[in-house]
């Protein structure tokens, strides 16, 4: 087989240094083609040494000037760019077989789409990409014949659960409806008058999965299962009401697909995202990921209820919000971000992230989602209105 370059946006991040963990089981099957990251420079020079890509991205020219100084001194020939077009660039060069999206946020938007609208294999952990530009990202991948693999673990779940045809439609495929599981985070069980008190700390502090300090947080609020119901929305053209959240807090069954037959396929596995990782890597053969194989008797039960709406209501707004369309996703993932931003700042305490994204998404009217510059437009009214609401405190 040839030997595959991959671009990782995001390498220094918790999904990009697990990608890079299955790159260097494989140095037969894939080599870094290039490494992108948005500051942490001592990181990447490091995963430079290691993985000795062609580029390396940071964000801006200082920081650039300072890697490639120590690249040269290290006797690399890795080239070091910065800024917006340089991921997009190397996101979408001729040299690359596939890329992984795993950015952070909106700011991952442009390299996805420019990967996208050249054709490659996208494997999409960055899912802030469909909420903010579903039907827009979606359409680029059809027409320019891109392959599109979702690495969040629910959704790689999902796709392993369906027949390979499912592109043809859930309901002439037979499927009932999707099966979307969720730990329930941090606070499942936390007394509703403990969350005012909540810390940064408390926060990301998850109980089955170690991540990103913006997802972590999302998935305190559960509005990382909201995005995951428009990711799934977006990824498997399922009606709202074909998806169904299901609390799990083991994390053991990452989802499932239920069909007209009454047989539910799941796909289950211990909570590391080397598994999904992996799989959209060398889809559609299996490779070894590093992961422990599941024990079940240690696992023992396997726990499911339901979502509850009350204690979390980013889960409503985001079904609200799919159910509004056009750009009103994108107006709520720009609020979410502020508000994360502001709650890890301790600007905001952690109520105030759902009702502050209610209030963004009630004032901002949605248009269509019709062009790029509309979602842009979108998310940069929704970031003004959102902070600042948060410096008026303007939203409670
Ligand atoms: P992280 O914060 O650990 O890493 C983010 C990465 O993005 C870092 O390498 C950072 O340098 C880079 N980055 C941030 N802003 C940037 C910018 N403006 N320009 C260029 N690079 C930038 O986050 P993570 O936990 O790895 O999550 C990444 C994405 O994957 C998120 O969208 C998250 O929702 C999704 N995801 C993560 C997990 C997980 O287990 N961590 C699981 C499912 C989905
Ligand atoms: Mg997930």
Known sequence: MKLQNITVLGSTGSIGVSTLDVI??????????ALCAHSQVDKLFEQCCEFKPDFAVLRDA???????????????????RYGVQALVDLASADPVDAVMAAIVGAAGLEPTLAAANAGKRVMLANKEVLVMAGELFMQAVRSHG??????DSEHNAIFQALPADFARGLGACGVRRILLTASGGPFRNTPLTDLCSVTPED????????????????SATMMNKGLEVIEAHWLFAAAPEQIQVVVHPQSVMHSAVEYADGSVVAQLG????????AYAMAYPERIEAGVEALDLFRVGRLDFHAPDFERFPCLKLAYEALAEGGTASAILNAANEVAVAAFLDRALPFLGIPR????????????????LDDVMAADAAARRLALQMVRDCSFT
């Open 356 to 371: 502050l994204n209610e209030a963004v998404l009630a004032a901002l009217p949605a248009g269509p989602e019709g062009t």
């Open 146 to 151: 891109a392959s599109l693999l979702p690495v």
């Open 270 to 277: 211990n909570p590391d995202m080397r598994t999904p990782i």
């Open 62 to 80: 200082t920081l650039a000037a300072d890697l490639a100084a120590r690249c040269s001194e290290a006797g690399l020939a890795t080239q070091v």
């Open 24 to 33: 260097r089981r494989h140095p037969d099957r894939y080599r870094a083609f």
């Open 203 to 218: 926060a990301c502090a998850h109980p089955n999965w170690v991540m990103g300090r913006k997802i972590s947080v999302d």
